[in-house]
């Protein structure tokens, strides 16, 4: 059973998607559909040539629309719960490194590692089951999934820290809010 929080951001992020594709397509939000490949990655079912990413985070409920595939994700910094205890888990052992490094900063950096790590495998279309260890993040900024490297930008954004990738070489062009 969804909370009401999580209840909300999903009906507010369906109906947003749906208002942005009739936007772009000049159609009326109801005839758009959404549906939901093998992997889970929900897709417009019936508009052509644009694709989306959506990332929830609390009531903060964001998406990113492109014609190429993307991954997508968000998170509020500030969150409790023992990070270094996550990042030792499920993280790669220079990634750990890195943020015991960091010091005070180590709860900033896991953050990025970690929305870079879901905007990955949410690009894979598999999602954050796929294995955080099947994304390589190093030192100098590469990113790779299974070796295979991948495009990745980072960002904050109304209290909100993030991380878009993608196979291509892409730029955001812009940010609204719905």
């Not at 997508?72 to 015991?100: C, H, L, T």
């Amino acid at each position: 059973m969804l909370s009401v929080e999580a209840r909300s951001a999903f009906i507010r992020g369906r109906s947003g998607l749906r208002l942005a594709a009739s936007y772009y397509r000049a159609c009326e939000p109801g005839g758009i559909g959404i549906g939901i490949a093998d992997g889970g990655k929900p897709h417009f079912s019936d508009v052509g040539g644009l694709l989306f990413n959506l990332s929830h985070s609390g009531d903060h409920v964001m998406a990113v629309f492109s014609g190429d595939e993307m991954g997508f994700d968000i998170e509020r910094p500030g969150g409790g719960g023992d990070f270094m205890a996550v990042a030792r888990r499920f993280f790669r052992e220079d990634e750990v490194a890195s943020i015991e490094r960091a010091g005070s900063g180590g709860r900033d950096l896991f953050l990025r590692i970690w929305t870079a790590k879901e905007a990955v495998l949410k690009l894979s279309g598999c999602g954050i089951s796929g294995g955080l260890d099947r994304v390589g993040i190093d030192g100098l900024g590469r990113v790779t999934l299974d070796n295979r490297p991948v495009y990745l930008r980072h960002f904050s954004l109304g209290g909100l820290v993030g991380a878009v990738a993608s196979f291509s070489p892409f730029e955001v062009k812009g940010w609204f809010e719905l």
